[in-house]
């Protein structure tokens, strides 16, 4: 009986924290949480297009850094719709992931004045796949325990010691 008592108080408050993190950001904006996740829809969508027409103009570096730079940076800001810009910018910088935001803001404006002031398409390409690891890698730093997989299964697959 405590048991089933107990449930049902952390389910309501299971509840209640997910509609306080949904709501924290009430008095910043005038959005609804609906507008909100309309939001954060179009704008991710916005990000995955510009991404795809990146593809387009691949033989073109210049023009496939620029779309690609701003459809990564359109997926990765959408979230701030869910959780408020305060929020978005403590978890991004937060002790765990502030080497890999650090390292992916690096790469997203070296890619662009690679594209933009320098003009060369090997550094361009090469700054762009850098910038995909390392939102990969900034990625996989929401997922419990994903980064620490990942270079284990690394240094196995990679690892030159017999």
């Known amino acids: ?20 993190l949904l709501y924290e950001t009430e008095d910043l904006c005038s959005l609804s949480s609906t507008q909100r996740l309309y939001a954060f829809g179009v704008c ?8 795809f027409l990146s593809m387009i103009v691949f033989a073109i570096p210049i023009k496939f850094a620029v779309l690609f730079t701003f459809g990564n940076m359109l997926a990765v800001g959408s979230t701030t719709f869910l959780m408020g810009p305060t929020r978005q910018l403590q978890m991004m910088f937060d002790p765990v992931r502030i080497y890999a935001t650090s390292i992916y803001i ?22 762009i796949l850098c910038e995909i690891c390392a939102l990969i890698w900034y990625s996989l730093s929401y997922i419990p325990f994903a980064r620490s997989i990942v270079s284990k299964v690394t240094i196995r697959l990679f690892d030159t010691e017999i």
């Open 1 to 20: 009986m405590w048991k089933q008592a107990k449930s049902l108080f952390a389910e309501e408050e299971d509840e209640e924290l997910q509609e306080n």
């Open 44 to 51: 991710s969508l916005a990000g995955l297009v510009c991404m």
């Open 106 to 127: 690096g790469f997203v404006v070296l890619a662009l004045i690679c594209a933009l002031w320098i003009h060369s398409k090997l550094l361009t390409m090469i700054a």
